[in-house]
């Protein structure tokens, strides 16, 4: 199985912060990696696929990078509507998920 | 535009075997390249992806939970079946279906809301 590890766990960050979540593979995916934004009893959004292609109607301040074992999400200028769980998930080999990180309000 | 919805019991016994239908419209599962996949995320935990169906008849599994899962489809009514044998409650979670687009995308974009499925005696 891949897994997949996301840092941090949490992330404290405040309206007009940019921020960087980071998510690792345990072996190589490529770019087959997507990122969900999750909100309190939602389902999840996507956001990005394949590490850096944006889904449309999604801002342009969320934006992916990485390949290989490493990747990133970046949200510049943060807005209070970002403030939610964010997930990232592997489709390489089967389909596996991070563990998730909780972007709060500073 | 692409809906789909999740049904079935909220509270099942340890033991017994669940069957959770999705029910979908805005999109047909015979057009290549489109998947249903099911998720699944217990009360403060990550995402598990579980099952998908495609276009093309093919299944896939997780292969931690393979031996209890059946993923079927129901084309005449649009709808994606998942059955789950032998429940504990370990498998209380809130049970997702969702969308993955062509070609053979693997990645989900649109869910449904969700059904909570309990697993208690």
């Known amino acids: 199985d891949i897994q997949m590890t996301q840092s941090p766990p949490t992330l404290s960050a405040s309206v007009g912060d940019t921020v960087t979540i980071t998510c690792r593979a345990s072996?190589?995916?490529?770019?087959?990696l997507a990122w969900y934004q999750q909100k309190p009893g939602k389902a999840p959004r996507l956001l990005i696929y394949k590490a850096s292609s944006l889904e449309s109607g999604v801002p342009s301040r969320f934006s992916g990078s990485g390949s290989g074992t490493e990747f990133t999400l970046t949200i510049s200028s943060l807005q209070p509507d970002d403030f939610a769980t964010y997930h990232c998930q592997q489709y390489h080999t089967y389909y596996t998920f991070g563990q998730g990180t909780k972007l709060e309000i500073k | 535009q692409i809906t789909l919805k999740e049904s079935g019991p909220t509270l099942v016994k340890p033991t017994q075997t669940l069957t959770l239908t999705c029910t979908f419209s805005?999109?047909?599962?015979?057009?290549?390249?489109?998947?249903v996949g099911w998720i699944r995320q217990p009360p403060g935990k990550a995402l598990e992806w579980l099952a998908s169906?495609?276009?093309?008849?093919?299944?896939r599994y997780s292969p931690s939970l393979k031996s209890r899962l059946t993923i079927t489809k129901d084309t005449s009514k649009n709808q994606v079946v998942l059955t789950m044998t032998n429940m504990d409650p370990v498998d209380t979670a809130t049970y997702f279906c969702?969308?993955?687009?062509?070609?053979?995308?693997?990645?989900?974009?649109?869910w449904g809301q969700g059904t909570l499925v309990t697993v208690s005696s």
């Open positions: 805005g999109f047909s599962l015979s057009t290549s390249g489109v998947g």
């Open positions: 169906f495609y276009w093309d008849d093919d299944k």
């Open positions: 969702a969308h993955s687009p062509p070609p053979f995308s693997n990645y989900w974009n649109y």
């Open positions: 072996q190589s995916i490529s770019s087959w």
